[in-house]
């Protein structure tokens, strides 16, 4: 929906807090469904290919949780070390940085649980290109 030089961007970020709140009122939705009527639900849909199970949504929706979290605190660590450094900077710092590195570690248990074929969809789908996001990358680094 962004075109390619929004990916990677605020309004991309904007963007996947927007497809957060549809998968959590997606995954409540589908509580009461079977397989086979969530199937037949998405049959002919944009998420035919990308929700193989229910169960899916729910993972999805995790996924981007960390990966928003991680994304809004290197962000912030980034804007700090860019203009705002002040004597109370430094613990701000280490707060942001420990929040975005724990938050792509947990990526990395999620995505490793899930399989490189359903993390590539999930890449895919929301449109995360950028290196820091990549399979290779996140299971070389935390």
Not at 128 to 133: A, C, G, K, R, V
């Amino acid at each position: 929906m962004l075109s390619s030089t929004e990916l990677g961007r605020a309004s991309h970020l904007r963007l996947l807090h927007t497809i957060l709140s549809c998968l959590n009122e997606l995954s409540s939705l589908t509580q009461q469904e079977t397989e086979a009527s969530f199937q037949k639900s998405l049959h002919s849909s944009v998420f035919e290919g990308v929700f193989k199970r229910k169960s899916m949504v729910e993972v999805y929706a995790k996924l981007l949780r960390l990966v928003i979290t991680a994304w809004e605190a290197s962000d912030k660590a980034n804007l700090i070390i860019a203009d705002n450094f002040d004597e109370r900077a430094d613990k701000r710092l280490e707060l942001l940085q420990v929040k975005a590195i724990k938050a792509k570690s947990q990526l990395k248990t999620v995505a490793s649980a899930m399989g490189e074929v359903d993390y590539a969809r999930f890449i895919e789908a929301l449109g995360l290109h950028d290196h820091q996001w990549q399979w290779e990358i996140l299971r070389a680094r935390f």
